[in-house]
C-alpha cells in the first residue's frame, strides 16, 4: 500500500482507494445494507465484499477501466458500449430485488420534487427561465407508467468497469432496486449522447427516446441545486447544465 486516495467524498458519504480495496463511509446505514443486497443479487459482475462493518464497506477493486465519467471524454469502442448494453439489459432481466429504489420513484412524487426544484432554479437564478420551462416540459414524458425492472439507480458511466469489450464489474449499488429501466440507460449515456445507438443496440431492444431525452432533463433539472451544495460543479463542460441547453 502505497497511499490512501480520496475517490469522492461530501457530507453524505465518502469512498476511500487503499492498495486494491475500497472503503465506503455512508452517514445512512440503510444505504449500504441496499448495496450489499443488490450485489448479491445481481446477475452482472460486481465488486467482491471483503468486509462489512457499518459504516464501512470495505470491496475489492476491479480489473478494467470505466468508459469515461461525466464531463470529461468518453473511451472504448463501440462494442464496449454495446457490452455495456447487453449487461443493463441482463441486469432489467433479473427478478425483482424487494424494495423499490431511486429510479423507482412514484410519478406523483417525482412531478412535486420538479416542480420545487424548478421554481428554485429560476427564483434564485441559478438558470435562466427559458432553458427552466423547456427541460420542464421534456421531462414530462419520463412521467409515465413502467413496467418495475432490476435498476441500479445511479448507473453512471464511471461505475462500469471493463477490460477490452467485456464488462469487469459494476460498482456503487446504494440506490438499486425495483424501477424504470430507462432511467439507467439515460443516467449511462447522460452526456454521451453519442453512444446512445451503441448502448441500445447491446441493449436489443426498442426504446423510446422521447423518454431517454425526459431523463437526461429530469435528472439534470434535479442535480444542479444538489451538486453545488456538496461542493461539485453543475456547470462544469459537458456536466448537467451543458445537457440541459443541448435540448434548447
Known amino acids: 500500500m502505497d497511499e490512501v486516495r480520496v475517490v469522492v467524498a461530501h457530507s453524505e458519504r465518502a469512498t476511500l482507494r487503499v492498495g486494491d480495496m475500497f472503503l465506503k463511509v455512508d452517514a445512512d446505514q440503510a444505504r449500504i445494507e441496499v448495496e450489499v443486497e443488490a450485489m448479491s443479487l445481481a446477475p452482472v459482475p460486481t465488486p467482491q465484499v471483503l468486509w462489512y462493518n457499518p459504516p464501512v464497506l470495505a470491496i475489492a477493486a476491479l480489473p478494467g477501466t470505466t468508459l469515461g465519467r461525466l464531463g470529461g471524454p468518453s473511451t472504448g469502442s463501440p462494442r464496449a458500449w454495446a457490452a455495456a448494453g447487453a449487461a443493463i439489459r441482463k441486469l432489467h432481466e433479473a427478478p425483482l430485488p424487494p424494495r423499490p429504489g431511486r429510479a423507482g420513484r412514484s410519478t406523483v412524487a417525482l412531478a412535486a420534487e420538479l416542480d420545487e426544484e424548478c421554481e428554485w432554479l429560476v427564483t434564485n437564478g441559478v438558470l435562466p427561465a427559458d432553458l427552466v420551462t423547456r427541460n420542464r416540459q421534456v ?110
Not at 439507467?184 to 426504446?207: C, K, P, R
Open 139 to 248: 421531462a414530462e414524458a419520463a412521467l409515465r407508467p413502467w413496467t418495475p425492472a432490476f435498476t441500479h439507480g445511479d448507473l453512471q458511466i464511471a461505475h462500469v468497469f471493463l477490460d477490452g469489450d467485456e464488462v469487469t464489474g459494476i460498482i456503487d449499488w446504494s440506490e438499486a432496486g425495483q424501477g424504470d429501466a430507462l432511467y439507467d440507460l439515460a443516467t449511462f449515456t447522460l452526456g454521451h449522447e453519442e453512444h446512445l445507438d451503441d448502448v441500445i443496440a447491446g441493449y436489443g431492444t426498442d426504446i423510446d427516446l422521447d423518454v431517454i431525452h425526459a431523463w437526461w432533463s429530469l435528472r439534470s433539472l434535479l442535480a444542479v441545486r444538489w451538486l453545488i451544495e456538496h461542493g461539485f460543479d453543475p456547470f462544469a463542460p459537458g456536466c448537467e447544465v451543458d445537457v440541459l441547453r443541448a435540448r434548447m
